[in-house]
């Protein structure tokens, strides 16, 4: 069984950026970053696949980048010029067995989910 710990939230002002972090206990094919904001749906930010295949969704395109660290077993979210419709609970979430790559996507379905980290970004 994956396990998944999310660090590195917290309070930003606008234009602001974060880098956040998760913590995981085997390596997957396919990991996401998901973010869910109050009185919203959940919704895929961006995913990476084992051979470093990223996708991103159209509101992360541009400031948001996706990337992991296997030899420190580490998924990371990179947030640039955030703004206050980016304040959600951030999610990772991984896929043990993706294959081809373009099924890694921020659409597709996750089994494993860590329990998430606050930003919260201020105008």
């Known amino acids: 069984q994956v396990q998944l710990a999310e660090s590195g939230g917290g309070s930003v002002q606008g234009g602001g950026s974060l880098r956040l972090s998760c913590a995981y206990t085997y390596i997957t094919d396919c990991m996401a970053w998901f973010r869910q904001a109050p009185g919203k749906e959940r919704e895929g930010v961006a995913t990476i696949y084992r051979s470093g295949n990223t996708n991103y969704a159209d509101s992360a395109k541009g400031r948001f980048t996706i990337s992991r ?32 790559a373009s099924m890694c996507h921020p659409g597709r379905t996750f089994t494993y989910w860590g329990r998430g980290t606050q930003v919260t970004v201020s105008s």
């Open 69 to 100: 660290d296997n030899a420190k077993n580490t998924l990371y979210l990179q947030s640039n010029t955030l703004n206050p419709e980016d304040t959600a609970m951030y999610y990772c979430a991984a896929e043990p067995f993706v294959w081809p």
